[in-house]
């Protein structure tokens, strides 16, 4: 544990499809933890088939915090995020246990680790400017600017992706400052000691076999009416941040006649294949983290740096009563 009397947070992190529940759970059943979710779609509620969320027999059996929040229409930030995962991580120390933070959404880990950007808040009135702009000019016009005003962020953000591009835009425009030098200045995260498990499946093919496999069992139990059911709400359209996680769009635009079920299918699985290589990447750059690949190895039951570090920080937590 660290000198800075730091508190301990597990975290085990990889991407869609590599098992990560089943792995919480083996670590669930040998140590004092509870287990946070990381997941940025399992927030929703009504969303439970096309998230892989946890049956309710899973759930009875290890507890997950942070799913089911919001409305599928509602927004849930980074920064809200932050808020409740600090809480639940304050109430899981305060019963003398581990929390156990697991999931594929790095934007989350990477804000719990490092801080969040002081970014400005959304101007609607900057926002629908930028709208009647890109009207006008179309998105690559609207990307065209941001490699003006902001090289680097457009780099990192894709010219085919208007929520990022906007986002980026919209920043400059109310701060004047560009969005990768205010996502530089972070505030303080909290002072806790990070043990970190990375699921990093070496055999892509297998990865790819489980996100097609897993996709067609979603199929099976009932995920085109669960989308049916989301679309058939008032509240409900097809931009709204939750119906653009992966298989969900693919659904949606099946359901709208603009694709047939096949079609639907490949481009589901192309998009969650594409997320899994997204997740990989941000992996394959991290530091202290301690890699294992999810279908052959264990999750460290018996490694003693693990077995060592929890021993070390549920002694701190007791000493703090």
């Given at each position: 544990m660290s000198e800075n009397s730091t508190l301990p947070v597990l975290c085990l992190l990889g991407p869609t499809a590599a098992g990560k529940t089943d792995k919480a759970i083996e670590l669930l059943d040998h140590y004092p933890l509870e287990i946070i979710s990381v997941d940025s779609a399992q927030v929703y509620r009504q969303m439970n088939i096309g998230t892989a969320k946890p049956d309710a027999e899973t759930l009875r059996r290890a507890p997950h915090a942070l799913i089911d929040l919001v409305d599928p229409w509602e927004q849930y930030s980074v920064a809200k995020f932050l808020e409740d995962a600090d809480a639940e991580i304050r109430r899981i120390h305060s019963l003398n246990k581990i929390p156990l933070l697991a999931g594929g959404t790095m934007l989350y880990f990477r804000s719990l680790w490092h801080g969040l950007s002081n970014l400005p808040s959304s101007d609607p009135i900057v926002r629908e400017r930028l709208v009647q702009y890109a009207e006008l000019h179309g998105q690559q016009g609207l990307y065209k600017r941001l490699q003006e005003v902001d090289p680097e962020s457009a780099d990192r953000i894709h010219s085919?992706?208007?929520?990022?591009?906007?986002?980026?835009l919209e920043v400059f425009d109310i701060s004047g400052a560009t969005l990768s030098s205010l996502q530089n200045q972070r505030s303080q995260p909290q002072h806790y000691h990070f043990y970190n498990i990375g699921l990093f499946p070496q055999d892509r093919k297998q990865l790819h076999a489980r996100i097609a496999g897993r996709f067609t069992l979603m199929l099976n139990e009932g995920f085109e009416e669960e989308v049916q059911a989301l679309k058939a709400l008032p509240q409900m359209h097809a931009d709204l941040p939750s119906m653009r996680c992966v298989g969900y769009r693919q659904m949606w635009q099946y359901l709208a006649d603009e694709c047939d079920k096949p079609t639907m299918t490949d481009r589901a699985v192309a998009a969650t294949r594409q997320l899994a290589k997204r997740q990989i990447t941000w992996l394959r750059g991290m530091e202290n983290c301690h890699m294992l690949d999810p279908f052959t190895e264990s999750v460290m039951l018996e490694d003693e740096g693990l077995v060592r570090w929890i021993a070390t920080g549920l002694e701190q937590l007791a000493s703090m009563k």
């Amino acid at each position: 544990m660290s000198e800075n009397s730091t508190l301990p947070v597990l975290c085990l992190l990889g991407p869609t499809a590599a098992g990560k529940t089943d792995k919480a759970i083996e670590l669930l059943d040998h140590y004092p933890l509870e287990i946070i979710s990381v997941d940025s779609a399992q927030v929703y509620r009504q969303m439970n088939i096309g998230t892989a969320k946890p049956d309710a027999e899973t759930l009875r059996r290890a507890p997950h915090a942070l799913i089911d929040l919001v409305d599928p229409w509602e927004q849930y930030s980074v920064a809200k995020f932050l808020e409740d995962a600090d809480a639940e991580i304050r109430r899981i120390h305060s019963l003398n246990k581990i929390p156990l933070l697991a999931g594929g959404t790095m934007l989350y880990f990477r804000s719990l680790w490092h801080g969040l950007s002081n970014l400005p808040s959304s101007d609607p009135i900057v926002r629908e400017r930028l709208v009647q702009y890109a009207e006008l000019h179309g998105q690559q016009g609207l990307y065209k600017r941001l490699q003006e005003v902001d090289p680097e962020s457009a780099d990192r953000i894709h010219s085919n992706d208007p929520q990022r591009v906007m986002r980026a835009l919209e920043v400059f425009d109310i701060s004047g400052a560009t969005l990768s030098s205010l996502q530089n200045q972070r505030s303080q995260p909290q002072h806790y000691h990070f043990y970190n498990i990375g699921l990093f499946p070496q055999d892509r093919k297998q990865l790819h076999a489980r996100i097609a496999g897993r996709f067609t069992l979603m199929l099976n139990e009932g995920f085109e009416e669960e989308v049916q059911a989301l679309k058939a709400l008032p509240q409900m359209h097809a931009d709204l941040p939750s119906m653009r996680c992966v298989g969900y769009r693919q659904m949606w635009q099946y359901l709208a006649d603009e694709c047939d079920k096949p079609t639907m299918t490949d481009r589901a699985v192309a998009a969650t294949r594409q997320l899994a290589k997204r997740q990989i990447t941000w992996l394959r750059g991290m530091e202290n983290c301690h890699m294992l690949d999810p279908f052959t190895e264990s999750v460290m039951l018996e490694d003693e740096g693990l077995v060592r570090w929890i021993a070390t920080g549920l002694e701190q937590l007791a000493s703090m009563k």
